[in-house]
T-cell receptor, first 114, second 115 residues
Framework: KAGVTQTPRYLIKTRGQQVTLSCSPISGHRSVSWYQQTPGQGLQFLFEYFSETQRNKGNFPGRFSGRQFSNSRSEMNVSTLELGDSALYLC?????????????FGPGTRLTVT | AQTVTQSQPEMSVQEAETVTLSCTYD???????LFWYKQPPSRQMILVIRQEAYKQQNATENRFSVNFQKAAKSFSLKISDSQLGDAAMYFCAYVTLSNTGKLIFGQGTTLQVKP
């Protein structure tokens, strides 16, 4: 099976712009979670989507949003970018049912805000 | 509060030796899953091993094994016969069954393997 893919891998944006990141989960996985990774804050949960519904949301401002499509692919959007949004954004997918709750990660999108 | 503590920011081990990474966690829930993930420099996060909280038997995956102490909320990772390719940042994490999409991570332990 193909792993989790994320596009683009690298992105440079200017403060105030908006950005959309994409994630394709492992085939058959219905849950997609997003995380922000920074040296200072570590790995922080952004949100999770399951069957096109947001099931949970982390403590991030409303500028961070996401969605999931019927094929389980997910996008996250960050509007009005700030310098502090520079980070590695990781997407992870999971079966999320039965006894299988481990998450498999994509390579991430490295976002730099200047 | 849901937290994970990895008290060793950095560790080093000689190639072929054994090393143990520590992790403690805090959750009020009884049903959860614990994980160790490995993130090599500039590379993808990889699942190393998982442990179901309802299982008393410690999980093992080849050279990787865990010491799960539920009452103490401790979940350490032992790497035997360390290899150069084991050098990475290691994260301890868990999810609860009430919130399966949200991994709670520790701050990570950077493991250096010396030849």
């Amino acid at each position: 099976k193909a792993g989790v893919t994320q596009t683009p891998r690298y992105l440079i944006k200017t403060r105030g712009q908006q950005v959309t990141l994409s994630c394709s989960p492992i085939s058959g996985h219905r849950s997609v979670s997003w995380y922000q990774q920074t040296p200072g804050q570590g790995l922080q949960f952004l949100f999770e989507y399951f069957s096109e519904t947001q099931r949970n949301k982390g403590n991030f401002p409303g500028r961070f949003s996401g969605r999931q499509f019927s094929n389980s692919r997910s996008e996250m959007n960050v509007s009005t970018l700030e310098l502090g949004d520079s980070a590695l954004y990781l997407c992870a997918s999971s079966l999320a049912w039965g006894v299988s709750y481990e998450q498999y990660f994509g390579p991430g999108t490295r976002l730099t805000v200047t | 509060a849901q937290t994970v503590t990895q008290s060793q920011p950095e560790m080093s081990v000689q190639e072929a030796e054994t090393v143990t990474l520590s992790c403690t966690y805090d959750t009020s829930e009884s049903d959860y899953y614990l994980f160790w993930y490995k993130q090599p420099p500039s590379r993808q996060m990889i699942l190393v091993i998982r442990q179901e909280a309802y299982k008393q038997q410690n999980a093992t995956e080849n050279r990787f094994s865990v010491n799960f102490q539920k009452a103490a909320k401790s979940f350490s990772l032992k790497i035997s016969d360390s290899q150069l390719g084991d050098a990475a940042m290691y994260f301890c994490a868990y999810v609860t069954l009430s919130n399966t999409g949200k991994l709670i991570f520790g701050q990570g332990t950077t493991l250096q393997v010396k030849p």
